[in-house]
């Protein structure tokens, strides 16, 4: 698959410019969810990205244009 095949949906892209500013909790908050949701939802993105942590998430989103 192509890089452009695997475009975040509309949920992973808030999650991706949220996880760039807040931590966990905050995350939380702002999108009125529990903690555990936002941590599936970052592991989720992860898997997209086929990275493991934030700042290799934040290298992948760059490289990708997608933020």
Do not use: C
């Not at 808030?14 to 529990?34: E, N, P, Q």
């Not at 555990?36 to 086929?50: E, F, P, Q, S």
């Amino acid at each position: 698959m192509t890089e452009t095949s695997q475009l975040p949906d509309e949920e992973q892209r808030r999650v991706l410019a949220l996880m760039a500013r807040y931590d966990d909790h905050v995350i939380a908050r702002r999108l009125g969810v529990s903690v555990t949701t936002v941590r599936r939802r970052i592991k989720a993105v992860y898997t997209l990205l086929g990275v493991d942590n934030r700042f290799a998430a934040g290298l992948a989103v760059a490289k990708r244009g997608w933020l």
